[in-house]
């Protein structure tokens, strides 16, 4: 089975600080995706690497960056962390870009 | 404009009941994927439909694809408590090379 692993279930941070998410997967997935959810939002997305070192936008990837230096391992990071950032964060792969998505069990973040 | 019109967006059922959940779109999808999220989890993949018209079974859970790939369904015979998530269906257009297009979901409630 595909695991996708998040490295916090929960996150208090407060606003101004630098923030990483980081994510791990076993499959050996080329392409990994950073999700934001919000009620009445529905799923998000901010950003997606094809490939190591390769990054690409998302629809909203306003106040946030990733890496990708290694193939099973993708990083969100707020460079400053706001209110509005406040959210559930998910992270996924996939064998290819339009296929399946293996979802992490999610980092719930709370920015005071 | 959303691609992948999901309703009803709340469902409340009293256990032993029979639902079916909807997943419409405008475009054409080569494939359209079910998922099923439970509270503060990431979510799960259900099944993945791939032909028009075809037929998927998972125990009582029945997921169709329409016959012009435009459209989906998921019917669940006498729901549980255990059903109770947030069901989101996704999918790539087809001669897409982009991402996968999330639904905003049906929010399931199975009272016992």
């Known amino acids: 089975d595909v695991k996708v692993t998040q490295s916090s279930r929960y996150l208090v941070k407060r606003t101004g600080e630098k923030v990483f998410l980081e994510c791990v997967q076993d499959m050996d997935h080329e392409n990994m995706f950073w999700y934001r959810q919000d009620p009445g939002l529905g799923l998000r997305l901010i950003y997606f690497s094809y490939d190591v070192k390769m990054k690409e936008k998302g629809d909203i990837p306003e106040g946030y960056s990733v890496s990708r230096e290694k193939k099973e391992r993708f990083s969100l990071i707020l460079e400053s962390a706001s209110t509005n950032q406040t959210s559930m964060y998910l992270c996924a792969s996939s064998l290819t870009m339009n296929t399946e998505a293996f979802f992490g069990q999610g980092t719930r973040l709370t920015v005071v | 404009t959303q691609l992948l019109e999901q309703s009803p967006q709340f469902l409340s059922i009293q256990e032993g009941e029979n639902l079916t959940v909807y997943c419409n779109s405008s475009?054409?999808?080569?494939?359209l994927q079910w998922y099923r999220q439970e509270p503060g989890e990431g979510p799960v993949l259900l099944v993945t439909?791939?032909?028009?018209?075809e037929v998927k079974k998972l125990k009582r859970l029945t997921f169709q694809f329409g016959d012009a790939r435009k459209d989906s369904s998921l019917h669940i015979t006498a729901a549980q408590p255990g059903d109770t998530g947030l069901y989101l269906c996704a999918g790539s257009v087809i001669g897409s090379q982009g991402n996968l297009i999330f639904g905003k979901g049906t929010k399931l409630s199975v009272k016992p």
């Open positions: 475009s054409v999808f080569s494939s």
């Open positions: 439909v791939v032909t028009g018209g």
